[in-house]
C-alpha cells in the first residue's frame, strides 16, 4: 500500500492480499481479493472475493468487479466498469444454492474503456481495446478493438 497512508473510508478485509506499491484512493472496499504489485486502484471501487489483477493494472473509478474475474498483468480499467459474473440471477438460484458463477479473464495489456459492461463466461484477449459503454456478451480475440451494445469487432489493431 502507499506509504503516504490509508485515505479514509476504506474497508479491506483481512484475507486481502496486496502487492508492494498499490495505491488505494478513498472509498474502496476490498474482500478476498489478490492484487499485484503497483497497482492504482480509484475511488469508489470495489473488488469482491475470488478477484485476482495482476501487476501494474490501473483500475478507475466507480468500477465493480466481481468474484470470479482475473485481470493479467497492465489491464486498464475505465471509470465504471461492470463485471457480471451471472447470465440468469434469480433470487430463487440464490436459495437453492444452484448458482453458478461464470469467470471472466481479462488478457494481459487490454483496455476496457469507460462504462463498459463485460458479461460473465467472457475472455477478453491479451491487448484488446474494449470501446467505452460497450456491452461484452461473448469472447473477444486478443488486439481486436470492440464497441456497441452488443460489442462487434470493429478492427483488428495493427
Partial sequence: MSSAGSPPCQCIAPDVVLGRNVRLNAFVNLYGCTLGDDCMIGTFVEIQRDVIVGSRCRIQSHTFICSGV??????????????????????????????????????????????????????????????????????????????????????PRQ
Avoid at 457480471?84 to 479473464?105: F, G, M
Avoid at 484488446?128 to 473477444?140: E, L, Y
Wanted: hydrophobic content about 50%; glycine content about 16%.
Fill in 70 to 155: 482475473t485481470l493479467e498483468d497492465d489491464v486498464f480499467v475505465g471509470h465504471g466498469v461492470m463485471f457480471i459474473n451471472d447470465r440468469h440471477p434469480s433470487v430463487a438460484a440464490t436459495l437453492a444454492r444452484t448458482w453458478q458463477l461464470e469467470r471472466i479473464t481479462i488478457g494481459r495489456g487490454a483496455s476496457l474503456g469507460s462504462g463498459a459492461l463485460i458479461l460473465g463466461g467472457v475472455n477478453i484477449g491479451a491487448g484488446a481495446v474494449i470501446g467505452a459503454g460497450a456491452v461484452v456478451t461473448r469472447d473477444v480475440a486478443a488486439a481486436t478493438t470492440v464497441a456497441g451494445v452488443p460489442a462487434r469487432i470493429l478492427a
